[in-house]
C-alpha cells in the first residue's frame, strides 16, 4: 500500500461546481496532516492544515477520519483559479511525504 | 513575506558530472528539507535536516547524495556522479518546526542530466 493515496483524476468540472478530494494514509502513528495546491511546474504551496475536528476555510473545508486513515478536501464554488493539482501531506516524525496530487481543471 | 530561495534555477549537466545545488532556508527555520519531482510525477521525499545532521532519508537518497549546512545560511544537496535518472525538479523547503508545521518551499531547481 503506497504510504499517502490519492485519486489522480483529473476532475474536471463547471465554474460553481463542488468538488470533492480524497487520500488515504498507511501510517497509522502519522501526526499532522495537510493540504497543498501546486500549479504547473511551480513549487507547492500550503492551502490548510487539516484538523481532527474539520475545519474550514472560505470555499475550503478539510476532514480528518483517523480511525479510517482519511483525508478529504472540499472545494465549494469552484473558480477558474482554482485549478491546480492538489496534494495531500502526511507527516511522520521529521519527514512530509506527498501523495501523487489530484488535478482538478475548472472550466468557465 | 520571508522566503527560501534556490540556485540555479536551471542546471544542464553531463553524465557523471558532480552538481551541488543551493538553498538558503528562512533564517529563523530549524528543519530542512530536499525533495524532488520528475516531470508529471509526484513530489518524492529526499531527505531532512535538523541540527547539523540528517534525520531521515528516503530510499532514494543513495551514497550519490549528500547535503550539508557549510555555514549558518546555506543548505546544499550534492550528487557525486550524476545520472540521467537524476533529471528532475528539485524543491528545498523548511520548517521552523513549531506547531504551525508549515513548509515553506524554494521554486526549485530544475536539473537536466544529458
Known amino acids: 500500500r503506497k504510504e499517502v493515496e490519492q485519486d489522480p483524476g483529473p476532475f474536471n468540472v463547471p465554474e460553481g461546481a463542488t468538488v470533492a478530494f480524497n487520500c488515504t494514509y498507511s501510517?497509522?502513528?502519522?501526526?499532522?496532516f495537510f493540504w497543498y495546491r501546486q500549479d504547473c511546474r511551480k513549487e507547492p504551496k500550503l492551502l490548510m492544515s487539516?484538523?481532527?475536528s474539520g475545519n474550514e476555510d472560505g470555499r475550503f473545508t478539510a476532514q480528518l477520519n483517523r480511525a479510517s486513515q482519511y483525508i478529504s478536501l472540499l472545494i465549494r464554488d469552484s473558480k477558474l483559479s482554482d485549478s491546480a493539482t492538489y496534494l495531500c501531506v502526511v507527516r511522520n516524525n521529521n519527514d512530509m511525504r506527498f501523495g501523487a496530487g489530484t488535478r482538478l481543471t475548472v472550466k468557465p | 513575506e520571508p522566503e527560501v530561495t534556490q540556485t540555479p534555477s536551471h542546471q544542464v549537466t553531463q553524465m557523471g558530472q558532480e552538481v551541488i545545488l543551493r538553498c538558503v532556508p528562512i533564517s529563523n527555520h530549524l528543519y530542512f528539507y530536499w525533495y524532488r519531482q520528475i516531470l508529471g510525477q509526484k513530489v518524492e521525499f529526499l531527505v531532512s535536516f535538523y541540527n547539523n545532521e540528517i534525520s531521515e532519508k528516503s530510499e532514494i537518497f543513495d551514497d550519490q547524495f549528500s547535503v550539508e549546512r557549510p555555514d549558518g545560511s546555506n543548505f546544499t544537496l550534492k550528487i557525486r556522479s550524476t545520472k540521467l535518472e537524476d533529471s528532475a525538479m528539485y524543491f528545498c523547503a523548511s520548517t521552523d518546526g513549531d506547531t504551525d508545521e508549515k513548509l515553506f518551499f524554494g521554486s526549485g531547481t530544475q536539473l537536466s542530466v544529458l
Open positions: 501510517n497509522s502513528a502519522s501526526q499532522s
Open positions: 487539516v484538523y481532527s
